[in-house]
Nanobody, 121 residues
Framework: QVQLVESGGGLVQAGGSLRLSCATS????????MGWFRQAPGKERDVVAA????????YYADSVKGRFTISRDGAKNTVYLQMNSLKPEDTAVYYC??????????????RGQGTQVTVSS
């Protein structure tokens, strides 16, 4: 059974940092692309960052460029999203997802349950 389990969300003040983790299991994602999405109340789900597992292709939404970094630890089968200089508008539920190829805005094959990130002003 494929599982993507997010953790690391929480409440942080504006300007602070959080690191989200996505633990994967159930299959090998070495040929997959991984992405982080977020969805705020009343808004559509948006992709914020994505990369190929090999690391040769990376995407960031304009709103997070220079502040967020997506990375992975292959030995732990875990993907991370380091979020710095957080803003109140970053408040959302963040989801980890996996897709069989690198198409950041296309539908993903697997998705986790999400972790809440709240940034206070």
């Amino acid at each position: 059974q494929v599982q993507l389990v997010e953790s690391g969300g929480g409440l942080v003040q504006a300007g602070g940092s959080l690191r989200l983790s996505c633990a994967t299991s159930g299959r090998t994602f070495s040929s997959y692309a991984m992405g982080w999405f977020r969805q705020a109340p009343g808004k559509e789900r948006d992709v914020v960052a994505a990369f190929s597992w090999s690391g040769d292709r990376t995407y960031y939404a304009d709103s997070v460029k220079g502040r967020f970094t997506i990375s992975r630890d292959g030995a732990k089968n875990t993907v991370y999203l380091q979020m710095n200089s957080l803003k109140p508008e970053d408040t959302a539920v963040y989801y980890c997802a996996a897709r069989h190829n690198f198409r950041p805005y296309h539908e993903y094959d697997y998705r986790g349950q999400g972790t809440q990130v709240t940034v206070s002003s």
